[in-house]
C-alpha cells in the first residue's frame, strides 16, 4: 500500500510536473479564450468589411470628385484669360496670332501635368470653327474624323444653345478616322464649359476614363464600378457585367443595400451630383470567411503544439537548477527537516533552510539601510553644492562605482498668467520639485532631487543602459502632468546619457545645461536627450538690414512687419532652437528702440507697465513672436507718421496708389502727372522722404503681393505674374528671386512642407 503511494506523492509534489500542468492549462485556457473571442466578434466581421467596402468607396468618390473640381477650375481659367476673351469678342475676325497663342497655352497645359485630359477643344458654334493644341479645323472634320464618337457635330451645336456652365457627358469610345486607318483612341467622357447666357463658344474636354479610373479606384478585382449622372443615367462603368444595372430606390447621399447576390454601396459626390456605385459580389465576402476560419484553426492548432514544447522546455530549465541546489543544501544539513508549510517540496526544503539566515540577518540590514541612506544623501548633497567649483579631485564617498544619469528642469513661467494665479515663482518650482521627487523615489528608491536653483531642478538616477525602458516610463509619466500646467509654465526636461565615472559629475551637468538650451519653439514640455548642431548666424544680410532700418525709419510697417516674420521664420527654417530666436527676437526690439530714439520718434510701448523685452519672455511659438512684432512695427510706424510730415501729401499719394494699384503699369513720371509735378522732382523727394528708391518700394510691394498669391491660393505661376504687374513668366522670376533668394516654384513648395 505504501509503496504504490509514495511514486503518487514524487510526482504530484514535484515542482516539474506542477509547473508543466500549470503552463498547460494556461495555454488551454488561451486558446478557448481565442475560439470564444472569435467566435464573438465573427458576427461583426462582415460589418467590417462592409466599412472597409464603404471607405474605398469614400477614397475613391474623394478622388473623382477633387478631380472634377480641378478641371473645372482649369476650364475656367483658360475660359476666362485674356486671350480667349479676345476671340469671343471678336467671332467674326480671328486673329491667328491669338490662337497660336492659345494653343500654346494648351500645349504647355497638356504636356506640362497629369490630368488625364487627352484633348482640349476650343468649338464656335456660329462659325463651325474648331481648334485644339495640334491645329484649327472644321467641326466635321473634328467630331466626325479626328475624334468620332456618337457625339456629332449637330450634338454638340444643339448642346451648347442650351442653358448651362458646366456639364459632363457619358463615356464613348472615340476612334481616329483618316482616309488611310482606323484607329482606336480611348474611352473618353466628354465635359463642357461654357457661358450659360451665350451660345457662340464652348471649351470641350475629353477625359481618359480608363486612365482616372485605374489611378483613383480602391475597388477590389472582382468588384464593378459605374457612375450615374443627376438624371441616372450611366456616366461610366468599369466592370466584367455584359449588362447595366439598375439602381434601386436610394435614401441619403451615401449607404449600401443588398439585392440578389450582390452588395451595392453608394454615394452622391457633392461637386457634381453623380452617384458612385460599387457591386460586390456575395460570393467575395463568404470566400473571405472561409480564408479567415481556415487561418484561424491552423494557428490555434501551431499555438497548442509550440505551447506544449515551450512549456517543457521551461519547466524543465527551472527545475534543473532548483534540483542542484536543494541537493546542496540536504547534504550539509544533517539534522531532520520541520513538517512541510508547502504542497512543492522543493520550495519547503530551500525555505526552512534559510530561515534562521534572514531572520538573524534581518535587524542588521535595517540598521545598515537607515545609516547608508543618511550617508549617501549628505554625500550627494555635498556633491551638488560644488558643481561650479574647479575641485578636481572632490570624490562621492558612497556608489562611486554605480553609473548614473541626470535629469535637469528648466522651468520658464508666464509671468502674466502665474500673477494671475496669485503664486510666486519661488513658491511654484518649489511645488514641482516635491512632484518630481516623489515620481522618483517611487521608482527609484536611491535617487536624489534637488532645486539648485530657483528656475532649475535636478535629479540624480542611479541605472543602466538596459534600464532606459522603466525611465521613459517614468519621464512619460510626469511629462503627462506637467503638460496639464501649460498655460503658465513651459518645461524643458534635459537627460544625459549614463555616465559610469563619479568624478566626471561636473562634466554631465555642465551636458545637462547644454542639452536644455536645446529647446525649440513650442508651449508646453519637451524632452531633450542629444545635442544638435545649432544655426551659427540668423542676423538679418546686408540688405535686408538696410531695407529694414530705412522703412523703420520712415514708418512703412507693410515692409517692416513681412521682413521680421521672414527673418523669424527662416531661423525655424534652420533649426534655431527657442533661446537662439528669444535673442534674434531681443536684438531686433533692440534695433527698433534704438532707431526710434535716433529720430526722436516717441517709443510709447516703453510707456507701459511692461516693456517690449519683458513680453518677449512671454513668447512660446513663432506665432507669439510674430504677433508681438506686428504690434510693436504697428505702434511705433504709427508714432513716426504722427511726427513726421503730417501734411506730407505727395508720398502719400504715392504709396497709397501703388497699394491699390500694383497690378498696374507704374512709373514714375505717371505719377508725377498725377501730382503735377516732375518725375526728377518726384524722385528725389521720395528717396528723401522714405528712403527708398521708387522702383524698390514698387516692387517689395509687389513680391508681398505675389508671396500671398502663392501661399493662400492654388493659382499659377504666371497668373500671380499677370496679378501683381509683370508681363512676363520670366522677369516676374529673376524678380521674385532677387527678392527672396528662391524660385516662386520653390516658395510655394516650401509653405507646403
Request: aromatic share 14%.
Amino acid at each position: 500500500m505504501h509503496a504504490a503511494i509514495l511514486p503518487k506523492n514524487k510526482y504530484s509534489g514535484s515542482l516539474f510536473y506542477r509547473l508543466l500542468i500549470s503552463f498547460i492549462t494556461i495555454i488551454l485556457l488561451l486558446v478557448s479564450l481565442n475560439v470564444v473571442t472569435f467566435t464573438f466578434f465573427r458576427s461583426s466581421i462582415r460589418d467590417e468589411i462592409i466599412s472597409n467596402s464603404s471607405r474605398n468607396l469614400d477614397v475613391t468618390v474623394a478622388s473623382y470628385e477633387k478631380y472634377v473640381k480641378l478641371i473645372k477650375g482649369l476650364m475656367v481659367g483658360l475660359y476666362f484669360n485674356n486671350y480667349t476673351e479676345y476671340l469671343k469678342k471678336n467671332p467674326q475676325q480671328f486673329d491667328y496670332y491669338m490662337v497660336s497663342q492659345v494653343q500654346r497655352d494648351l500645349q504647355n497645359t497638356m504636356a506640362g501635368s497629369q490630368l488625364y485630359l487627352y484633348d482640349l477643344i476650343y468649338f464656335f458654334p456660329h462659325r463651325d470653327y474648331v481648334f485644339d493644341k495640334d491645329g484649327s479645323r472644321e467641326a466635321d472634320t473634328m467630331f466626325n474624323k479626328l475624334y468620332k464618337s456618337r457625339y456629332t457635330p449637330e450634338f454638340w451645336s444643339a448642346e451648347i444653345a442650351k442653358p448651362f456652365s458646366f456639364r459632363v457627358y457619358p463615356a464613348a469610345e472615340y476612334t481616329e478616322n483618316t482616309a488611310f486607318s482606323t484607329r482606336t483612341l480611348g474611352r473618353f467622357n466628354p465635359i463642357v464649359f461654357k457661358s450659360a447666357a451665350a451660345d457662340n463658344f464652348a471649351i470641350i474636354g475629353l477625359m481618359d476614363s480608363v486612365s482616372m479610373f485605374d489611378a483613383f479606384s480602391h475597388i477590389q478585382q472582382d468588384s464593378g464600378f459605374y457612375i450615374f449622372d443627376e438624371t441616372g443615367s450611366e456616366t461610366f462603368s468599369a466592370t466584367n457585367r455584359e449588362s447595366s444595372i439598375e439602381l434601386a430606390r436610394l435614401t441619403g447621399n451615401a449607404g449600401f443595400y443588398m439585392e440578389g447576390t450582390n452588395y451595392y454601396f453608394y454615394q452622391k459626390g457633392f461637386e457634381t451630383g453623380f452617384t458612385y456605385v460599387v457591386v460586390v459580389p456575395f460570393a467575395t465576402i463568404t470566400a473571405q470567411f472561409f480564408k479567415l476560419n481556415v487561418i484561424m484553426a491552423v494557428l490555434i492548432v501551431v499555438s497548442v503544439v509550440i505551447g506544449i514544447a515551450v512549456s517543457i522546455f521551461f519547466a524543465r530549465r527551472f527545475n534543473n537548477p532548483l534540483s542542484a541546489i536543494i541537493g546542496s543544501i540536504q547534504q550539509m544539513d544533517r539534522h531532520p527537516s520541520p513538517p512541510s508549510l508547502s504542497p512543492i517540496r522543493e520550495f519547503n526544503v530551500i525555505s526552512q533552510k534559510l530561515h534562521d539566515l534572514f531572520q538573524t540577518n534581518e535587524t542588521i540590514h535595517k540598521d545598515l539601510i537607515t545609516k547608508n541612506s543618511l550617508l549617501k544623501h549628505y554625500a550627494y548633497l555635498n556633491k551638488v553644492k560644488m558643481i561650479y567649483t574647479d575641485i578636481e579631485d572632490a570624490k562621492i564617498s558612497i556608489d562611486s562605482d554605480r553609473p548614473y544619469l541626470i535629469v535637469l528642469y528648466q522651468l520658464m513661467y508666464k509671468d502674466g498668467e502665474l500673477a494671475e494665479m496669485g503664486m510666486d515663482p519661488n513658491r511654484a518650482s518649489y511645488y514641482i520639485k516635491e512632484f518630481v521627487h516623489s515620481q522618483f523615489t517611487h521608482t527609484y528608491r536611491d535617487s536624489l532631487t534637488f532645486q539648485i536653483e530657483k528656475d532649475q531642478i535636478l535629479t540624480i538616477v542611479f541605472m543602466n543602459d538596459t534600464e532606459l525602458s522603466v525611465l521613459d516610463a517614468l519621464l512619460q509619466k510626469i511629462y503627462n502632468i506637467l503638460e496639464l500646467d501649460a498655460s503658465y509654465c513651459a518645461v524643458t526636461i534635459a537627460v544625459t546619457p549614463v555616465n559610469d565615472n563619479a568624478l566626471a559629475f561636473n562634466t554631465s551637468f555642465e551636458y545637462a545645461l547644454e542639452l536644455s538650451k536645446q529647446r525649440k519653439l513650442g508651449e508646453g514640455v519637451q524632452v531633450i536627450r542629444r545635442k544638435e548642431e545649432l544655426p551659427p548666424d540668423l542676423w538679418f544680410s546686408q540688405s535686408g538690414l538696410k531695407e529694414f532700418t530705412a522703412n523703420l525709419s520712415s514708418g512703412n510697417d507693410a515692409i517692416t512687419v513681412p521682413l521680421v516674420n521672414k527673418a523669424l521664420e527662416l531661423a525655424v527654417k534652420k533649426g534655431a532652437t527657442y533661446f537662439q530666436i528669444l535673442e534674434l527676437a531681443k536684438e531686433i526690439v533692440t534695433l527698433i528702440i534704438k532707431t526710434l530714439y535716433a529720430g526722436h520718434h516717441p517709443v510709447a510701448l516703453l510707456d507701459g507697465k511692461r516693456n517690449p523685452a519683458d513680453k518677449l519672455r512671454d513668447c512660446r511659438t513663432l506665432e507669439q513672436f510674430q504677433f508681438l512684432f506686428q504690434e510693436l512695427l504697428a505702434q511705433s510706424a504709427s508714432a513716426i507718421r504722427q511726427k513726421k510730415d503730417a501734411t506730407d501729401h505727395i508720398t502719400s499719394f504715392v504709396t497709397s496708389y501703388v497699394n491699390e494699384h500694383f497690378g498696374s503699369d507704374l512709373s514714375l513720371d505717371m505719377l508725377a502727372d498725377k501730382l503735377n509735378i516732375t518725375g526728377a522732382y518726384l524722385s528725389s523727394y521720395f528717396k528723401e522722404k522714405t528712403e527708398t528708391n521708387f522702383s524698390d518700394y514698387v516692387n517689395t510691394v509687389r513680391m508681398n503681393k505675389a508671396m500671398e498669391l502663392l501661399q493662400k491660393t492654388e493659382l499659377k505661376v504666371q497668373d500671380v505674374a499677370g496679378l501683381v504687374g509683370y508681363h512676363t513668366v520670366a522677369s516676374f522670376n529673376r524678380m521674385f528671386k532677387k527678392h527672396t533668394g528662391i524660385t516662386p516654384s520653390e516658395f510655394r513648395r516650401a509653405q507646403i512642407l
